[in-house]
Every structure is written in C-alpha cells, then in structure tokens.
C-alpha cells in the first residue's frame, strides 16, 4: 500500500468553509490519499458508503480502542498450566529495539526478546517507555501499565520463563548457493522444453515437456 499524507494546518481543522461541505471528523485529521486493492474497497463500501467513515470504523475495531483494561495484555493458555503474553497493537513497544512483535492473530501480538536477554530487562524497557510517554497517548499507557505489571507479578511470583522460536530467512538471494542451483535447475528445463535444429532435444522427460508425444 502507497501513502502519500499532506497536513491540515491546525487553524483549518476547525474551520466552517460557508457553502462548503463540513468537516468529517470533529478531532485533528489530516488527508492521505492511499492505493488500495479493489477487493479491500469493496470491502469498506459494506462497512461504510464513505471510504474515509469506514476506515476509521475498521481501524477502531481493529485496534481495539474501547477495549477495557486487563484484556490489551493476555496470557493466552496454549497448553494445561503453560501460558503466553499477548499484547494489543502498539507503537511504543515497537521502539524497543531488540524486541520483536510477532502478529500470531488479528491485532495480537507474540513477545520475542533474544536469547540470553533477561526478563526483567524488559520490564526495565517497558518502565522507561513510561516515563518518556506524552500524556496524551492514553491508550498506550494503558497497555504499557498492564504489561509492566504483569510481568512484574510473574517474575517476583516466578511463574514465568523463557523459551525459544525458530526463525526461518525467507530472502532468496541469488549469491547463496541454493539460488544459484534453483536458477541452473529452471535454465535447465527451459532448455529442454525449447525444440533445438526443429526437433526436440534428446532425453528430455515427460514432465517437461508442452505435448504429449
């Protein structure tokens, strides 16, 4: 998805254009314009005729703004006596560096931090985040409080421990040897299929061929 945001200056926000439509949101806004797939319009013209009312209605629901507290931070049973944290979204805790948030359903996220990095290292993060919060971000603090207190119950209560995931790279370079033989493979059936002097090549296998013989 593109975007492209041009800011509303703070004195027109507010402002009544006579004769002129008035203002969608009574909150700062800003316009963006986005490039978007024709399924995912489709699918907000069914929330809302108004694109710009129905993506705000859909980030809502999403984001869980109403959510009241104690359900932004879960631990989610995966197994009898065995448990993980959930979050909400947040965009303080993606400025933690080290921490990964790994999105395992709509909106709720895995807590990853590298091996060997203690528990209470994160909740010293998590603290600092605190202090540095604007007093606006309401939302964030809530989710920041209830994490901090959680982990803090868990680790003085030691009912909390660390384990490890598997990370797959899923770049295909073409310098790594793997590519490097994925690509001879494909020339190598190209070469095949391609008819060499009008006829075709000798030994070439069923599988690769166009016809049948």
């Known amino acids: 998805m593109q975007e492209h ?40 013209a069914a929330v809302d005729l108004d694109r ?14 109403d959510l009241p507290p104690g359900k932004l931070v879960e631990v989610v049973e995966i197994e009898p006596g065995t448990g993980v944290i959930l979050v909400g979204p947040s965009s303080c805790l993606r400025r933690i560096p080290w921490l990964k948030m790994v999105e395992v ?46 982990i ?16 797959i790279d899923t770049v295909v370079r073409l310098d790594e040897p793997s590519a490097a033989g994925a690509t001879a493979d494909l020339r190598i059936r190209e070469r095949r299929r391609s008819p060499i002097g009008g006829s075709s090549q000798r030994g070439a296998s069923r599988p690769f061929t166009d016809r049948a013989p």
Do not use: C, W
Request: no cysteine; hydrophobic share 40%; aromatic share 2%.
């Open 152 to 167: 803090r119950q868990l680790r003085r209560s030691k009912k909390v421990s660390k384990a490890e995931l598997l990370f």
């Open 105 to 150: 359903a709509p909106a709720r996220y895995l807590l990853v931090i590298p091996s060997g990095t203690p528990i209470d290292s994160l909740e010293v993060a998590v603290m600092d985040l605190l202090e540095d919060l604007p007093a606006a971000e309401e939302r964030e603090r809530v989710i920041l409080e209830e994490l901090e207190q959680r």
């Open 52 to 65: 710009a009312h129905a993506i705000v209605k859909v980030t809502d629901a999403v984001v869980q703004k």
């Open 5 to 44: 945001a041009q800011q509303v200056p703070e004195n027109k926000r507010s402002e009544k254009h006579p004769g002129g439509r008035p203002p969608k949101f009574r909150e700062p806004r800003r316009a963006v314009t986005v490039t978007l797939p024709e399924r995912t319009l489709r699918q907000l």
